[in-house]
């Protein structure tokens, strides 16, 4: 596919922003149709271009009146309010309108370019990788454009991998004070493709490995890789106890292969399963399978998880964006109305604002938040509750950063074997060097 067929006139789009006056009817000369993708009522000539609010004489009326078209449908594309709903909404306008060549108009043109290429990339089932190429080529703002890149990349990938996904398996564990558990209050997330059975692991804890690893077992699934979204300081990673046991499952099948080779019985012969990769981002230092950068894909069948670097609360913070960008797990980077605290472990309040405003909080709205830990009772949140409610990150940096310094935690009481044990994979010093 070449970024020709993804330009928007192909498909008989036509873009706009700013209407001066006496040209409504130029700039829609040819169009059968208007889609309006700017706020309510800024159809308008008020002031000799299109504008923001609505008076008693503009609004979207006036412009159909003017251009002498009829409107297909008027979505109001806002940077606080980029949900995948919208973005199907769109889609759906210009598909209604098809092939009818349609003009789309907002204010500056952006939002509009924004509109004409996820509707191109998703009828083409472009990668979002293509889908940016080709708008970059073409000279269009909006890729540089945060909120509006990541709107337009995540349809366009749900779109593009439909229909060729296996459906999420997903299961929230939690880490309580009760039953055996380190009262960590630490979240813990199986995530899984029906389809295939592969499934990955996020922030095991080394007091729930049996039950982690027996909901696995239980469900028909194969553990393929354990990711630790940072070197936790207030439990021990169960990533190393975890491919203990696969090791020791794996040494057992094989000892009673050669038993029964020995008597005669003739082994039979077993798949052998491979043990799951630890992983962890590489800036934490910590030993593990798998070093993991900024943009790196976790495969498990046919979904996959991204990894953002996430920088603040430890140097080495990464969260993890699920294909579709319905669901970011975002480690101690991003907690239901809080963070992370930023005294330790090469932490920082500025890094870890920047992280969240710039990697976090340009996600889809609609995007929903699943944190480390909570201490209330909470479960999930969303990127849009977050940017509006967050006690710490709706503040400004300055604001920010002296939060931070006065909080005046107490040092967690398992720092000391914690993090030693998790710059290991999860094993004290001892059994590291047994590994």
Same mark, same amino acid.
């Given at each position: 596919?070449?970024?020709?067929?993804?330009?928007?006139?192909?498909?008989?789009?036509?873009?706009?922003?700013?209407?001066?006056?006496?040209?409504?009817?130029?700039?829609?000369?040819?169009?059968?149709? #208007?889609?309006?993708?700017?706020?309510?009522? %800024?159809?308008?000539?008020?002031?000799?271009?299109?504008?923001?609010?609505?008076?008693?004489?503009?609004?979207?009326?006036?412009?159909?009146?003017?251009?002498?078209?009829?409107?297909?449908?008027?979505?109001?594309?806002?940077?606080?309010?980029?949900?995948?709903?919208?973005?199907?909404?769109?889609?759906?306008?210009?598909?209604?309108?098809? &092939?009818?060549?349609?003009?789309?108009?907002?204010?500056?043109?952006? =939002?509009? %370019?924004?509109?004409?290429?996820?509707?191109?990339?998703?009828?083409?089932?472009?990668? $979002?990788?293509?889908?940016?190429? $080709?708008?970059?080529?073409?000279? +269009?703002?909006? #890729?540089?454009?945060?909120?509006?890149?990541?709107?337009?990349?995540?349809?366009?990938?749900?779109?593009?991998?439909?229909?060729?996904?296996?459906?999420?398996?997903?299961?929230?564990?939690?880490?309580?004070?009760?039953?055996?558990?380190?009262?960590?209050?630490?979240?813990?997330?199986?995530?899984?493709?029906?389809?295939?059975?592969?499934?990955?692991?996020?922030?095991?804890?080394? +007091?729930?490995?049996?039950?982690?690893?027996?909901?696995?077992?239980?469900?028909?699934?194969?553990?393929?890789?354990?990711?630790?979204?940072?070197? /936790?300081?207030? /439990?021990?990673?169960?990533?190393?106890?975890?491919?203990? =046991?696969?090791?020791?499952?794996?040494?057992?099948?094989?000892?009673?292969?050669?038993?029964?080779?020995?008597?005669?019985?003739?082994?039979?012969?077993?798949?052998?399963? +491979?043990?799951?990769?630890?992983?962890?981002?590489? $800036?934490?230092?910590?030993?593990?399978?798998?070093?993991?950068?900024?943009?790196?894909?976790?495969?498990?069948?046919?979904?996959?998880?991204?990894?953002?670097?996430?920088?603040?609360?430890?140097?080495?913070?990464?969260?993890?964006?699920?294909?579709?960008?319905?669901?970011?797990?975002?480690?101690?980077?991003?907690?239901? =109305?809080?963070?992370?605290?930023?005294?330790?472990?090469? !932490?920082?309040?500025?890094?870890?604002?920047?992280?969240?405003?710039?990697?976090?909080?340009?996600?889809?709205?609609?995007?929903?938040?699943?944190?480390? /830990?909570?201490?209330?009772?909470?479960?999930?949140?969303?990127?849009?509750?977050?940017?509006?409610?967050?006690? =710490?990150?709706?503040?400004?940096? &300055?604001?920010?950063?002296?939060?931070?310094? !006065?909080?005046?935690?107490?040092?967690?009481?398992?720092?000391?074997?914690?993090?030693?044990?998790?710059?290991?994979?999860?094993?004290?010093?001892?059994?590291?060097?047994?590994?």
């Amino acid at each position: 596919m070449s970024a020709a067929d993804l330009d928007p006139a192909r498909h008989g789009l036509r873009i706009s922003g700013a209407i001066l006056p006496g040209s409504a009817a130029e700039k829609a000369a040819g169009a059968t149709a #208007v889609l309006s993708l700017a706020k309510e009522g %800024c159809i308008t000539e008020k002031e000799g271009c299109i504008t923001d609010t609505c008076d008693e004489h503009g609004g979207l009326a006036a412009f159909r009146e003017l251009a002498g078209r009829p409107l297909v449908l008027h979505h109001a594309v806002t940077m606080d309010a980029l949900t995948h709903g919208l973005a199907q909404s769109i889609y759906d306008a210009l598909a209604a309108a098809a &092939p009818a060549p349609t003009l789309i108009i907002c204010r500056s043109g952006k =939002r509009a %370019c924004a509109g004409a290429a996820l509707f191109t990339g998703a009828k083409l089932g472009a990668s $979002a990788d293509a889908v940016v190429a $080709a708008a970059t080529a073409r000279g +269009e703002e909006w #890729v540089s454009v945060a909120p509006l890149r990541n709107w337009v990349c995540a349809f366009v990938t749900r779109a593009a991998i439909a229909g060729r996904r296996g459906e999420l398996v997903f299961r929230q564990l939690f880490d309580g004070s009760g039953g055996g558990g380190s009262g960590s209050s630490s979240f813990t997330y199986v995530l899984a493709d029906a389809s295939t059975g592969d499934a990955v692991l996020i922030d095991p804890v080394l +007091e729930h490995v049996a039950r982690d690893v027996g909901l696995v077992a239980e469900m028909g699934l194969r553990l393929r890789v354990m990711l630790n979204t940072h070197a /936790h300081a207030d /439990h021990v990673t169960g990533t190393g106890a975890i491919k203990a =046991r696969f090791a020791a499952a794996a040494a057992a099948a094989a000892a009673a292969v050669t038993v029964a080779e020995k008597e005669g019985e003739g082994g039979q012969e077993q798949e052998e399963e +491979e043990p799951p990769l630890s992983a962890i981002g590489a $800036a934490s230092g910590a030993a593990a399978d798998v070093q993991l950068h900024h943009g790196d894909k976790v495969r498990f069948g046919s979904r996959w998880l991204e990894v953002l670097e996430t920088p603040g609360h430890t140097a080495g913070c990464c969260c993890f964006l699920l294909d579709d960008h319905t669901r970011v797990f975002t480690g101690d980077t991003l907690l239901v =109305r809080g963070c992370g605290r930023t005294d330790f472990q090469g !932490g920082d309040a500025a890094t870890l604002h920047g992280s969240v405003s710039q990697q976090l909080f340009t996600l889809n709205t609609d995007c929903t938040v699943y944190p480390a /830990h909570d201490y209330k009772g909470r479960t999930s949140s969303s990127i849009g509750e977050e940017r509006r409610h967050n006690l =710490r990150l709706t503040k400004t940096l &300055p604001e920010f950063v002296e939060i931070m310094a !006065g909080l005046n935690l107490s040092t967690p009481k398992l720092i000391d074997i914690a993090v030693p044990a998790n710059m290991r994979c999860g094993l004290h010093e001892d059994d590291a060097a047994e590994e």
